[in-house]
Structure formats: C-alpha cells, structure tokens
C-alpha cells in the first residue's frame, strides 16, 4: 500500500523557507502577529500551507517560474474559499491557525486555557474601523498623552531647552555585607558603543559610559582606560562589579560575594538613577546626561504623588506564582508583580488609564487596552538595554522573566517615531495589524534573494458567535472559548473538518507563567468572566514545570485528553495536525503516547524551518530551529503494520527525503523521529519505551558516521551497548 503523502519533498522546501523569512521579520511579512505578545508563535506561511494541503490533499501549491523562482500564480497565493469548512484549534494560543483559517472564510473554533490567549485572538480576529480607531488614539493623545510626556520631561545640557526624556537608565545596588558601603551592580559601565552603530568606538565615535565613582558621563575613544572628567578616576568601561550573580567589593576587597545569600541576610535591590537619553526638539538629535537637580527634584514629586493617590491607583496587587520561569524575581524579592515598575510608570499608567476609559465604545477602549498591554513587555523594571544599538530590549527575549541589575526605563508614550515599544508605537503595530487584516499580503524572496509582495483580495474578519449553530449558519463566524479543551461539550460528535494545532512543547514555553505579567493588568482594566480570577489558571495547562509540580506523566494525559475530545468532534475522515518540536527524546514519546492514547496514527510527517537563528525561543537553550508538523488521522482508518527494523525505519525515511539537497542533522533527525513515529504508532501495542530509545540510539550512531565520512553507512548496535545506554539514560 502506497504510502499517505501530505507533501512533496521539494513543496516542503518552499514551505519551509517562506516559515523561517517570516519568523525573523515577523512586522514585515504578517503584520497581524505583532498585534500583542504570543510566546513561540508559529509562522502563519505554515498554517496558511497546512490548511490548503488538508483541504486540498496534497495538490500542488507552489510552481516555479522560467526564472526559477516561486510563480505568483501559485496555488498558495490564490484567493481560497473556505467557507465549508469548519477548523478547530484547542490550543490556539496567538490565533495563527484562526486567523490564517479565517482569512480564507473558514468556520474557526479555538479554545485555550488562557485568558490572555483569548483575548488576543478575539483582538486579532475582530474588525476595527481604522478612522475611528484613529480619532479615539489622538483624543487620548490630547488627554493622556501629553499628561505622560511631561513626567519624562528633562533639559537638553547643549542648549538647555526642554527636551523630551526617552530611557532612564538605573543601576541597582545593596550594601557590601563586609564594609556597608554601597555595592552597584553592573556589568559595564557602557550606554552605547558610539552614536553611530555602523562604526567602531573611536575619538571620531565615542563611545559613552558612567563613571563608577561619581557617576558622570564621558566618551571614551576605545583604545585605553576612561579618565572621568568628574572625578580624575580611571576605570575600564568593560568590566563591572557584578556577573551571573556574584559581586565584587571595590570599597574593602572582598570578591564573588553572593547576591542571593546578601538578599537572603535581609537586604532588598535597590535602584540609582545614573543616566538619561532624550530627544532635544532644538538640537534635534538624541544625546545621554546625567541626572541633574531638576530630575531628582521631579521623581521625587512623582513618588509623593503615588504614595498620595495610592488607594485610588490601578494596578495589579496580586503575588507572583512559583514557578520555573518566575524563579529570579521571587528569589530577589520581587513578590508582587507591582515591584517590577517604577513609581512614574505606575502613574503614567493610570493617566492612559483615564484616557482609554473616556472612550464611550467598548470595542475600541478594547483596543486601546490591548495595545497598554502588548507596550507593557517594553514599559517596566527588568528592561535592559542593547547598548551596541541604542535600543531597548523586550522583557521577553529569552522567554522567562529576566532579572536585569541596569535596568532601563523607558517613556511610556514615547517621543515621536524615537524608541521602541512606546505606547505610540504600540498603538502603530496594532494599526498596522488591522490594515493588514483589511489587506492581507504575501511575501517571498525570488531566485535573486529580492523580497516580493503579493497582495491579497481575502480579508481578516470574524463574526463572532456563541453556539456551534450560529456556527454552521453565520459566513465567517468564529467560536472561541476560554477553557479545559479536553471538555468542548457544546461541539456536537464528527462535526469538525480539521483540528489544526500548535500544542505546548514539552517543558520549553511556560505560558501560563509568563503571560500572567499581561493577565494581571488586564484583569484590572476590563470587565469579563474570563478575567475575575487571581491569575491565569494553571491545573489543567499541558506542560512539564517542576516548581509547579507538572511531569511528563501529568503532560501526556493532558495533552491526551484534549486530543481526544478532538478526536470525538472530528469527521471520520478528518485529519488532526499539529506542530512539535524537542531535543529530548521522552518528550517525543510522550507524543506518540498521547497520539496513541486519544485514538489517532501518525499517517505522515514534514520538517519546516519555525525558527529564526537568533530567536529567543532557541538561543542558548538545547531546542530545534525547526518543527516536525504531524499529520494524523483515526485509528479506526485500517491501516497496514510496517516493519520496526530500526534500519528499515531508517530506509524508510530516506526514501522520505530522497537524495534532495544535504540535509542537515536537523532535518534528518525529523524526517527520522517522523517515520519513527508513524511506525510506532500503526502498531503502538507492540513497542516500548527500550524499542522507541534504540531505535534513535541506532539513528545517532548513523548521523555520526554519516557525517563523519559523508556516506550513509549501516549501522548495527550491538545488544549490550543498548543496554548500557538504556541503564544510563532510559526513562525512570
């Protein structure tokens, strides 16, 4: 029996390719996943392909030109109906299946756990006028807008005008435990490697740096140490006092002083404001200052003004949960979430507050509220700053709450089109999210490497309901629920076309963790059922997390259970799809087991490049730069046993690939681990956990000495060395 094929070798390329350009420039080719914040989204270039070949059965969607180049008159950039179809997404997350489902006119059912998730997709999903959404962001510009500016207001130490502050940045501090003086703790002393990035440091291109005495600011040309002009000290901008939480004492010696165990002896951070970037309006050009008499004199104005409005502020008073990702701040006594902004983000906050709540129509102050939301990774007290770039980092950048000792605070409007992750230029990713929606877009990179754009006549816009009969009758009607989706009772049996997925990987996203730094802000500006509890709930989320007592075990039967109520509301000839990647191998089996379980096979596979080299979701950590997507359809679907031959699984899968390209160890190891997984699954009675570790035992000894001579070699383990490995690295 010939072998199911959801694509083609050379169509997974394309797809592919068109995943890993839109992952690293995410604003430039799908402008709607920037609306807010989602953690490892999955390209929409993926899910818009995965929901053409489902529908279409493997069609071709990609033709080359006689230029060789992808065809504009490609299948995938066609304009696609739809509109019989109904999709089901139970972790729908950011909303990319939704979204690219909907813009094609499907029916769209999505559930997540989280109400944060909820919220974005139905913010992603719904229609917004733009020349309304307009008016009510300049009345909030005229009303908030300008209260916010002159919090950040400082004068300009070339030609002493007011100027407009843009980051402020911090340095925090304890006291040595030996001599009691005060400890800064920083890792250089650098706010930027010379205002021309392009450059190298030089005297034409001085770098700038604070001095670790007195703290005022000087160039420095790179080729020596700093003199301060201040004080006459003589220091190296490069090296600092603190590194991956130990300190040195300048003042009595002593060295690799803990800060933990300082913190754990009673003491608590705290914060010295050292510099400040601004926009001078006169000058016209960005330049650095030290904080003079003026700016202490206004934050300590702002500080009364808090303690005065205190009881009639809004902001979140809830604790931090424990958890793996919540860890650094809890352990450096960050209780509250509060603790991590300032006293004037805290009062801007609450001046955009009154802005946005002045707005009579609900669906716009949602807006507005969303993009509050999506500025507040840029717009709090672990924000560090890329000095090599002059710009500010986002909390997020590696996927966990970071704890930063120079942090930078940022100007909660903004100054013009300066900075980044500003309210102002929130607001214009929201705006540019919605224009995208009116007109969707396509791009591609030619055989020349040109990027070209293709435009769309479909369109981004649901029309929400309540019930899966106002479903079935309502042209775009989109369903979504914030729930368990291992319980989807009002979904009627076999009523579902596609469940198209993106499920928790494992132990590598902690979301319900991170994304409660958003819930908690949003559960006190708006009004909604999904919003009334103390945090994002956690006891049904599909994820390992130790702190929080989750296992693989635990993983498995959630993720077990949502697929089987999947498996109920779908068709009998229906298709369940889902993306998934990992290094670790139980996590695969864990996989198979909840495929398995809920009464799927693996009926195919295809690597694709979901991530870009240097995103966070990937750096530093042990994780593939590409997802397996998994194609399954239900067990009850007869199907033909295949060999469990190790080297036959292995055959298998290069028949899979062909002799296409060179494959790096990545793709071969998903083309391998999917076959493994359709195998294993067409006679999941009949393999274990020793099998299932062998078999990838024997396939990395494949992959080293195929990569070794550059020859695919056959491989035989021999018995005693599986079981070796087995008693070392076998599931406990």
């Known amino acids: 029996m010939e072998k199911y094929k959801f694509i083609d070798a050379g169509q997974e390329d394309i797809v592919s390719q068109l995943s890993q350009d839109e992952t690293g420039k995410r604003q430039y080719y799908r402008p709607v996943y920037s609306l807010h914040k989602w953690w ?23 033709q080359y030109d006689d230029r060789g180049s992808i065809s504009t008159e490609s299948e995938y950039f066609k304009k696609h109906d739809l509109s019989d179809v109904v999709i089901l997404d139970p972790f729908m997350g950011g909303g990319t299946t939704l979204a690219e489902a909907n813009r094609m006119g499907a029916k769209v059912i999505g559930c997540d756990l989280n109400p944060v998730s909820y919220w974005i997709v139905r913010e992603t999903l719904k229609p917004v006028d733009l020349e309304k959404l307009d008016m009510y962001f300049k009345q909030v510009e005229k009303t908030a807008g300008e209260k916010i500016k002159a919090l950040y207001k400082t004068r300009c130490v070339q030609c002493n005008q007011e100027s407009d502050g843009m980051y402020s940045f911090w340095v925090r501090h304890v006291e040595c435990p030996h001599c009691h003086q005060h400890i800064y703790l920083y890792k250089r002393t650098l706010l930027n490697e010379g205002l021309s990035r392009n450059k190298p440091i030089s005297a034409e291109n001085p770098a700038t740096a604070f001095c670790p005495r007195c703290f005022t600011l000087n160039d420095w040309d790179g080729t020596h140490d700093c003199t301060c002009k201040g004080c006459r000290f003589s220091f190296d901008p490069e090296t600092g006092t603190y590194d991956q939480g130990f300190y040195d004492c300048a003042h009595c010696g002593h060295s690799h ?17 050292v510099a400040i970037e601004y926009w001078c309006h006169a000058c016209k050009k960005r330049l650095y200052k030290s904080p003079d008499k003026e700016d202490e004199a206004n934050l300590g104005f702002i500080r009364e003004k808090v303690q005065e409005l205190e009881d009639n502020l809004v902001y979140p008073r809830q604790k931090i949960l424990e958890g793996d990702s919540s860890v650094r701040w809890r352990l450096h006594k960050y209780a509250h979430y509060h603790q991590v902004f300032s006293a004037r983000q805290l009062l801007a906050f609450n001046y955009l507050f009154d802005g946005i709540w002045s707005i009579p129509e609900e669906e716009y102050r949602n807006s507005l509220i969303t993009v509050f939301s999506n500025s507040l990774e840029y717009n709090n007290m672990m924000t560090p700053y890329n000095y090599p770039h002059r710009k500010l980092h986002h909390l997020f950048n590696y996927h966990a709450l970071p704890l930063t000792t120079t942090p930078v605070e940022n100007a909660v409007w903004g100054v013009g089109d300066e900075g980044a992750g500003t309210f102002v230029n929130c607001y214009k990713r929201y705006r540019l999210s919605k224009q995208y929606c009116q007109a969707p877009f396509d791009k591609f990179k030619d055989s020349n490497g040109d990027v070209k754009t293709i435009h769309s006549e479909e369109h981004i816009a649901a029309n929400f309901v309540d019930s899966f009969e106002q479903l079935q009758r309502t042209p775009r009607a989109a ?11 009002s979904i009627p049996d076999k009523s579902v076309d596609f469940v198209i997925t993106d499920p928790p990987y494992f132990d590598s996203v902690h979301y319900s963790e991170l994304s409660n730094f958003f819930y908690v802000w949003l559960a006190e500006l708006v009004d909604h059922p999904y919003f009334t509890a103390e945090h994002v709930p956690t006891e049904s989320e599909a994820i390992v997390n130790d702190k929080m007592d989750k296992g693989e075990q635990e993983y498995q039967q959630l993720l077990m259970d949502v697929f089987s109520e999947g498996c ?26 909840a495929v398995t379980g809920s009464g799927f096979r693996v009926i195919d596979s295809f690597p694709v490049m979901s991530e870009y080299k240097v995103n966070p979701h990937i750096r530093n950590k042990q994780s593939l730069d590409m997802d397996l997507v998994l194609v399954c359809e239900k067990n009850t679907i007869p ?33 391998f681990m999917g076959e493994l997984l359709r195998t294993a699954s067409a006679s999941i009675e009949k393999v274990t956990y020793e099998w299932f570790y062998n078999s990838l035992v024997y396939f990395d000894l494949f992959l080293k000495k195929t990569m070794t001579n550059g020859n695919a070699i056959p491989v035989q383990l021999p018995e005693s060395a599986q079981m070796r490995l087995l008693e070392k690295k076998g599931p406990s």
């Open 40 to 62: 490892a989204r999955r390209p929409g270039a993926l899910f818009r392909s995965i929901l053409l070949l489902a529908k279409q059965e493997g069609e071709g969607l990609f």
């Open 257 to 273: 002083i803990q800060l933990l165990d300082t913190l754990r002896d009673g003491q608590e951070l705290k914060e010295t404001l």
């Open 479 to 489: 369903m979504l629920l914030c729930g368990n989706s291992s319980s989807l009772p």
């Open 568 to 593: 109920r509301v779908l068709k009998e000839n229906g298709k369940l799809v889902f993306t998934f990647h990992h290094t670790k191998w139980k996590a695969w089996w864990t996989v198979l087991n």
């Open 639 to 671: 199907a033909t046993p295949l060999s469990l031959d190790p080297s036959d699984i292995l055959q298998r899968a290069e028949d899979d690939f062909g002799k296409q390209l060179s494959p790096t160890e990545n793709k071969l190891f998903l083309h």
